[in-house]
């Protein structure tokens, strides 16, 4: 049993308690060099977000002493010093200050605004994040005291991500994009707290020395420590509950497209799919299908059995606002697609118009009306005013005793189109 003790005991390889404290304070406050390296590095996380380069804003995270306050944050409650922590607590607030004014500033000047992906992943925490932000903090308080401090810091800088979020907030107060700005602050804080909570266990698991003696001040921090976890944690269960009906959304809308459209031979060439609209809704565009107004109430009655519920589906076909879209979600995945492919692809839907994909129809008028010799059919427009067009059923044919109006009729109900004309061809009679 000791051996295993011996094995796990954190106090092994620990550095003195005196020194560590040391340390700890000494990269608290934020004057001189630390506020330049802070700004430097704030702008580099904000560049890297700005390009959607993940290698720039690890470089970032790798720069940035956001650690040391948040770190003195813990040590403090840890040790109930008062004094380091409101010492803690104020560097913490400079260098938050400072790092959303200079994040806002450079996102207010740059030309480039578009939200990217490595934006967007900062403004919805969820209890990943907590658990992240807990156990990323308990690898970095245990490097610091120990002997040898090993490689684990830079790490764990990586895992907790402070500066990523924090200059999120700042392009949400640059754009005006407040849910981006809370979303991204509400990060941030999870990131601090439970990072300032993890120091706060080790410094007690590793008994360090109280700056009180009196227990109902223990007591205090300890019910005050619990409810602010309650706190900061049940929004987050909700976010990762919201996230979580979010992918299974998603994952089924996936689903739904794959199985009556892909596999059907139709090339989706467009598709957006939008958990947070009311209803939610799957937006899709095909290379060169089109849809009747039937077909696609038929589809969207699909949806609530295939388990979408509240939802609605839109197939986007004749629309001019379409283009660009399109262009801009087939060059996530082909730089090569240009805006020629979509001319031809909407030229192809045009003429489309005028087909009729029916080659069984030949076969069958030949069986109900086997005088009939010669047979050619298509769709042309038709102007019954200047005002307006419609198009129209043409079938020309040759043979004898032939009921004409009879034959119309069939052709209406068959081929469900509502303007048809039938015409003998008399030089072949």
């Not at 922590?85 to 030309?111: E, G, M």
């Not at 139709?266 to 107004?293: C, E, G, H, S, W």
């Not at 949806?303 to 801009?328: C, F, P, V, W, Y």
């Not at 030949?362 to 307006?388: A, F, M, R």
Request: glycine residues 4%; positive net charge.
């Amino acid at each position: 049993m000791n051996s295993i003790f011996n094995f796990i005991n954190l106090h092994q390889g620990e550095e003195r308690k005196d020194k560590v404290l040391e340390n700890v304070i000494s990269n608290i406050s934020f004057r001189g060099s630390n506020l330049w390296i802070l700004a430097c590095a704030i702008i580099i996380a904000s560049v890297g977000l700005n390009v959607n380069s993940t290698a720039v804003i690890i470089g970032a995270m790798l720069i940035s002493p956001l650690m040391g306050p948040i770190v003195g944050a813990g040590f403090a409650l840890g040790t109930y010093n008062f004094s380091l922590l409101k010492k803690s607590f104020k560097n913490l607030l400079i260098a938050t200050f400072v790092s959303l004014a200079v994040s806002a500033i450079y996102f207010y000047i740059s030309p480039f605004k578009d939200v990217q992906s490595e934006l967007l992943a900062r403004t919805s925490p969820n209890i990943y994040d907590v658990l992240i932000a807990f156990f990323g903090g308990l690898v970095g308080v245990i490097a610091i005291t120990r002997v040898e401090k090993g490689n684990p810091i830079p790490g764990v800088a990586i895992a907790t991500a402070l500066m990523p979020p924090l200059c999120t907030a700042g392009f949400g107060l640059a754009t005006f994009n407040f849910s981006f700005f809370f979303g991204a602050f509400y990060l941030y804080t999870i990131n601090c707290f439970f990072i300032c909570i993890a120091t706060f266990f080790v410094v007690k698991f590793l008994n360090y020395p109280s700056s009180i003696i009196d227990n109902k001040y223990e007591k205090r921090i300890r019910y005050g420590i619990s409810f602010l976890i309650l706190v900061m944690i049940v929004p987050s269960f909700y976010l990762a509950y919201n996230l979580f009906n979010e992918k299974k959304f998603t994952k089924t809308a996936e689903q739904f497209v794959q199985k009556e459209f892909e596999n059907n031979g139709y090339t989706v060439i467009y598709k957006k799919i939008n958990y947070n609209a009311n209803p939610k809704t799957i937006d899709i565009a095909f290379l060169n299908k089109k849809f009747t107004p039937q077909e696609i109430l038929s589809y969207n009655k699909m949806l609530a059995t295939n388990g979408l519920l509240d939802t609605k589906l839109n197939i986007r076909q004749n629309e001019t606002d379409i283009k660009s879209e399109i262009l801009n979600e087939i060059n996530k995945f082909d730089t090569n697609i240009s805006e020629k492919d979509i001319a031809i692809s909407k030229l192809r839907q045009e003429l489309d118009i005028y087909k009729i994909f029916d080659s069984s129809l030949v076969k069958e008028i030949k069986i109900l009306y086997p005088t009939i010799k010669d047979i050619s059919y298509g769709k042309v427009e038709q102007y019954p005013n200047t005002d307006s067009t419609r198009l129209q059923f043409i079938m020309v044919y040759s043979g004898k005793d032939i009921n004409d109006t009879q034959l119309r009729e069939w052709l209406k109900a068959r081929t469900k189109e509502r303007y048809v004309t039938t015409m003998i061809n008399s030089v072949d009679n």
